[in-house]
Each structure stands twice: as structure tokens, then as C-alpha cells.
């Protein structure tokens, strides 16, 4: 198992293995992040909603010409039924999955990503900043926010620009019709 910070189109994330539950329940201690906030999924492609969520074809052509960085709520019965799976003692892996009834998307958008999901499987990811604070930017300023994070991975070893935010939405049933829940 392990942890990773790495670049998004938008700031520094952490991501871990979706397949992670022990770093999944971690990065919410990282973060000092309520459980009732669960985390955005990236995965490797479009393909990859086409054959994985309810949205069309339409939609997906749609996102795939989207202009800005963008976040799209969708259903996946597949991972709401992997997420709420039980280990050998029925526990719970995931005890939020309760909360992925729509699912918060990212698609991979460089190499690096895309490796890195070809390596490990789909991931969760979140903003690499303590709940409530600034996104961060600067590889040092991480360094030294996990310095203390055994099994920690940086993908990364430069800065990048300040971006805004990703765009929050999702479609209006199987229509291209956007309900935005963040907008920049």
C-alpha cells in the first residue's frame, strides 16, 4: 500500500490505490477530513465512464470537449456495490460508502496520471492540504506537511501554477442539461 502526491490539472492531491482501504481511512486522518465528505475518483479514461457509470454517450462526448478542468457527479453501480463489500470479519471496508450513491469523477489528463492508474487501478484523490485550508501548489510546502507519512510516494518534485478549481456538475438525468455545484 501506498500513498502518492502528485499534480491534477488544478493543485497538488493525494491519491491512493482504490483498492486501498487502509490509506483511504488514512488520507482522512491526513487531512483531519470529516468522514461525511467522500472522495473524488480518477480514472484512466472516458472509455473507462462509458463502460463504468450511467452517463451517455452524448455526455461523455460532451465532457470530453469540456474546457476547464472539470469534476463529474455520476452513478456507478459497480463501485457503489465494490464500495460497500465487507472483509473477512464483516467490516465494513469502506464505512462512508453509504455516501458514493453519485460518485465525484476526474479523468486522467497526463501521462504521469495515466501510468500511475495503469500501475495501481482507479484511485481516490483529494486536495494534499489539511481540510479547510489553502490547496497547495508548492512540492516543499507538501514535503513538509507529510515529512512525518511513512510509505508516502511524491510523483512530483516541482511547483506548479495556481489554477482554480475544477468545475463541480453533473447532468440533468441522461440530458446535457449541467446542474453545477461549483463553478469558476
Known amino acids: 500500500p501506498m500513498l ?3 499534480p491534477t490539472d488544478t493543485c497538488l492531491w493525494l491519491w491512493c490505490s482504490i483498492d486501498d482501504d487502509i ?6 486522518k491526513l487531512k483531519k477530513r470529516p468522514l461525511k465528505k467522500p472522495l473524488s475518483i480518477m480514472v484512466e479514461s472516458f472509455s473507462w465512464l462509458d463502460k463504468n457509470t450511467i452517463l451517455t454517450w452524448e455526455q461523455i462526448d460532451f465532457l470530453k ?13 459497480y463501485l457503489t456495490m ?18 458514493y450513491d453519485k460518485i465525484a469523477f476526474r479523468v486522467a489528463h497526463n501521462d ?15 486536495s494534499a492540504n489539511l481540510s479547510g485550508d489553502e490547496e497547495l501548489y508548492d512540492f516543499e510546502v507538501a514535503k513538509e506537511l507529510f515529512k512525518n507519512t511513512k510509505d508516502i510516494k511524491f ?7 495556481k489554477t482554480p478549481p475544477s468545475d463541480i456538475f453533473e447532468f440533468v438525468w441522461d440530458s446535457l442539461e449541467i446542474k453545477y455545484l461549483r463553478k469558476n
Do not use: A, C, H, R
Open 65 to 77: 470537449k469540456y474546457p476547464k478542468p472539470f469534476t463529474i457527479l455520476t452513478k456507478s453501480p
Open 4 to 6: 502518492y502526491i502528485l
Open 82 to 99: 465494490f464500495l460497500g463489500l465487507e472483509d473477512e470479519n464483516d467490516k465494513l471496508l469502506y464505512e462512508n460508502w453509504d455516501l
Open 112 to 126: 504521469i496520471q495515466k501510468e500511475l492508474i495503469w500501475e495501481v487501478g482507479s484511485i481516490f484523490l483529494t
Open 155 to 161: 510523483l512530483w518534485t516541482w511547483s506548479i501554477e
Open 23 to 28: 490509506w483511504y481511512k488514512n488520507i482522512y
